[in-house]
């Protein structure tokens, strides 16, 4: 025999019924998006890796640790499983001229891959949800993102989840802040861990993001980014947050919010649950305006946040318990060959008028008896059983039988299928 192949760690198999948690969420997603006029876009899976050297930032945790990169054995083009998908959507938008008619308004989602350690709600292979407004420098397009964000957990129910706000300012007032950093820094440079000696000179702002509590009084009294913002990026910050309050979203400013990645500017934001342990950013994002000129296309305001979509579906688990999971609305019980023939196409007749039907299967030596299929059809959390047996298939006619409301049956003629299939469709198909 040979050897059993598990999947790789920290990437996982989505199975029922765990899988139809995962069909709701996105369509709540897809009709929420809807709502907001935002359009679905789909890019490769694999991107250049210097699309994410240059866009993501050299010195950033996704590009020095977690990639998954390897050269093309046909042309030794060096390769790169996307780890993100903002600089995805801008490198598809600078190609394809997408902005040449004014601002575009996107939304994505699909796997993203880390090599990181796997923990609850984050994995190798994750799943993120993304949207991204390309074109507006305003900004209520900012606020307008994150009313997006706040209406998704708000329409699935999720409570005791905090936001967050900051503002990174421009590249001017972040060289100065970065000054003052370094000074800082270098002030108290026996206090440095590893990490932060390595990034004092390259990247002084991600000191901030540090996770080491030995360092946290040395942040907490480093110079803020926010008594560096002129008049200009002072006004965006507050526009933002006067249209949040307006629309009923709370909000706390946190100074020493700046996101890992190197192409923020102006606005970045999470939204944040602590029911989820360390790993309690639901959703984060901002504004970057500097990412296409880096990419080489031309100067394009653009704000974005990404979502995993383990972690909403977690915190739903932990403040919803058990989630509802989809039931079809009959089960065919079929007791042999001939009445198979007989069923099959009024099964699909059903479904074509919208009934959910599951149909028994049996094996080339039957189907087996009617008390196994009762079982199953009960096991199946179906409302009605349609029962195929020979006299009802003498008379032109199938059995429903009731199976959650008092067993009680009648007989429908097969010829009028069309007009009795409604009858069969549950107003609560789920279980």
């Known amino acids: 025999m040979a050897d059993k192949l598990n999947a790789v760690k920290g990437m996982n198999d989505i199975l029922p019924p765990e899988s139809a948690r995962w069909e709701a969420l996105e369509q709540t997603v897809r009709e929420l998006m809807g709502r907001y006029a935002y359009r679905n876009i789909r890019t490769p899976i694999v991107e250049p890796t210097a699309l994410f050297v240059r866009g993501t930032g050299q010195t950033t945790d996704i590009v020095e640790k977690e990639m998954y990169s390897f050269e093309d054995r046909l042309n030794g083009e060096q390769l790169t499983l996307r780890p993100e998908n903002t600089p995805g959507v801008a490198r598809a938008a600078i190609e394809h001229n997408l902005t040449y008619d004014g601002g575009k308004r996107l939304w994505y989602t699909g796997p993203m891959f880390r090599h990181e350690r796997p923990q609850r709600g984050r994995y190798r292979q994750f799943y993120q949800l993304g949207a991204e407004a390309l074109g507006f420098s305003g900004p209520e397009v ?3 993102l994150m009313l997006l964000a706040h209406d998704l957990f708000q329409t699935l129910g999720l409570r005791n989840i905090r936001v967050e706000l900051n503002s990174l300012g421009v ?22 861990d590893a990490d932060a000696q390595r990034r004092l000179e390259s990247n002084p702002l991600r000191i901030l993001d540090t996770k080491n509590p ?35 979203v709370a909000w706390t400013i946190n100074p020493r919010l700046v996101r890992g990645l190197d192409y923020y500017s102006h606005t970045v934001f999470e939204f944040i649950t602590s029911e989820l342990g360390a790993q309690g950013t639901l959703c984060g994002g901002g504004r970057y305006d500097g990412l296409f000129e880096v990419l080489g296309g031309k100067p394009t305001p653009a704000v974005g946040w990404g979502m995993g979509m383990e972690r909403v579906l977690e915190l739903l688990k932990e403040q919803a318990g058990v989630t509802a999971l989809p039931v079809p609305d009959a089960y065919a019980v079929i007791p042999d060959a001939v009445a198979l023939a007989h069923a099959m196409p009024v099964l699909q007749h059903l479904r074509a008028a919208g009934v959910s039907v599951q149909m028994h299967a049996g094996t080339l030596d039957g189907f087996g008896s009617f008390k196994s299929q009762f079982k199953k059809a009960d096991a199946s959390g179906a409302a009605n059983a349609l029962i195929f047996g020979a006299d009802e298939l003498a008379r032109g006619e199938v059995t429903v039988k009731a199976l959650r409301e008092g067993g009680t049956q009648t007989s429908r003629l097969l010829s009028e299928v069309a007009t009795w299939a409604t009858t069969l469709q549950s107003s609560a198909p789920y279980i």
């Open 142 to 144: 900012d606020a307008e």
């Open 171 to 192: 590249p001017a007032e972040r060289q100065a802040h970065r000054a003052a950093l370094i000074t800082h820094f270098r002030q108290n440079a026996d206090l440095l």
């Open 214 to 248: 030995a360092m946290q009084p040395l942040v907490e009294a480093a110079p803020r980014l926010l008594d560096y913002l002129g008049d200009a990026s002072r006004r965006h910050l507050e526009v933002v947050q006067s249209l949040l309050t307006a629309c009923g």
